[in-house]
């Protein structure tokens, strides 16, 4: 897993206890992980369908630098299955993971709809493909066939 994204634990982001608000740290993985998959998917319309279990296991404090680390796990149809772990940079003590995190590809009227994706795509590899296509990814059409696949095949996972 690459982590790539840091951020610098502040004051606003501090809870009562003076440690490292969960909302804001979910808020940051939420993010992290949409543009992630906008990236893997060459599509800026996903959204955010499942978050497994998370699991605390340390914290930080003012001050501290964190390091979010996203990865495709899985890719569905019209899904992108991801795992996050954050640590802290300084202690590199891990503070979370989120073992599965769905998100869902869609078309331009905001429905489900397949990407074409079977494997990570890299920095490099993406910039080609961006420059080559100018920016602009147009996401394949669905029919509701392939949604009941769809269904099926996340209900498997």
Known sequence: MNFHTRKWV?????NPNGTLFGG????WIDEEAAIYAISQLGNQRVV????????FVSSARQGDIIELGITATHFGRSSI?????VRNKITRKSI?????MVFVNLNEQGESAP??????????????????DGGAV???KVSGDDLLEEAAEEAAH
């Open 96 to 100: 979370l993971t989120v073992e599965k």
């Open 81 to 85: 299955t991801l795992r996050a772990e």
């Open 138 to 140: 147009e996401a394949p």
């Open 10 to 14: 502040k004051p606003e982001d501090l």
């Open 48 to 55: 955010t369908k499942f978050m497994s279990e998370i699991n």
């Open 24 to 27: 804001s740290l979910l808020r």
């Open 115 to 132: 990407h074409g994706r079977t494997q990570i795509r890299y920095a490099d590899e993406l910039f080609e493909a961006y420059r080559r």
